[in-house]
């Protein structure tokens, strides 16, 4: 049977097994889990087989549907999984990329840990960002943006029938910057129910619902 240990070092250059996983999504999922929480000087690392178990958008897409109905049956809300997601990737912003066992690693962690608070800052800020996310910060200014709007919605009360169908955010100005106009700007109100980028791999392929499915995420 194939496993994938996680171990930990400490200041001291103490080494332990925390653990074996079957899975290495999941050992990677704790490995997040834990740094995003008090900044401390231990190293987590998961030592096993290095091949990916996500080797194609497809792959990934099943894992996050998989993650998304187990969070529904835990009724964690959109709100609280995005700011919990948002607090697990900041482990990452120095990272120029991501590959796909991370990214779901990412989410599975998110489903995990205690969401960060809501920061006033997030919901009066004027978020800058393009359609297509290429680093963390774009990555981020689009979560933050997100996590801003269901606030203000919530401000408003229940949705009414017709908001399964997409409606503009309350009172809030994003600018996007689309990567095809370079020198132009475009101020827009979002739908909620807009898709964003997909996240591509190398010789993957997805149906279009899939590609909506699996951002933001940078690549």
Not at 61 to 90: C, H, I, K, P, Q
Not at 101 to 108: E, G, H, N, S
Not at 175 to 203: D, I, K, Q
Request: net charge negative; proline share 6%; with cysteine.
């Amino acid at each position: 049977m194939t496993v994938w240990e996680l171990w930990r070092q400490d200041d001291n250059g103490n080494r332990v097994r925390m653990g074996v996983f079957a899975d290495r999504v999941e050992a990677l999922a704790k490995i997040l889990a834990l740094e995003s929480g008090v900044v401390h000087k231990q190293t987590y690392w998961v030592d096993g087989p290095p091949g990916p178990v996500c080797r194609t958008n497809r792959d990934l897409y099943r894992r996050l549907v998989s993650e998304g109905e187990r969070m529904n049956a835990a009724t964690r809300s959109l709100d609280v999984f995005l700011r919990a997601w948002w607090r697990v990737a900041r482990p990452l912003s120095d990272r120029v990329s991501l590959d796909l066992d991370t990214v779901a690693a990412m989410v599975a962690a998110a489903g995990m840990v205690e969401p960060a608070p809501l920061q006033a800052s997030w919901r009066s800020a004027s978020f800058r960002y393009t359609d297509e996310p290429t680093s963390y910060a774009d990555w981020e200014a689009i979560v933050l943006s997100q996590i801003a709007d269901l606030a203000d919605f919530a401000d408003q009360g229940p949705l009414d029938e017709y908001a399964r169908f997409g409606m503009d955010t309350p009172g809030r100005q994003h600018v996007c910057e689309p990567r095809t106009s370079a020198g132009t700007t475009l101020t827009r109100s979002p739908t909620w129910n807009a898709g964003w980028p997909e996240h591509s791999a190398a010789g993957a392929k997805t149906t279009a619902s899939e590609n909506r499915f699996l951002a933001p995420l940078w690549r």
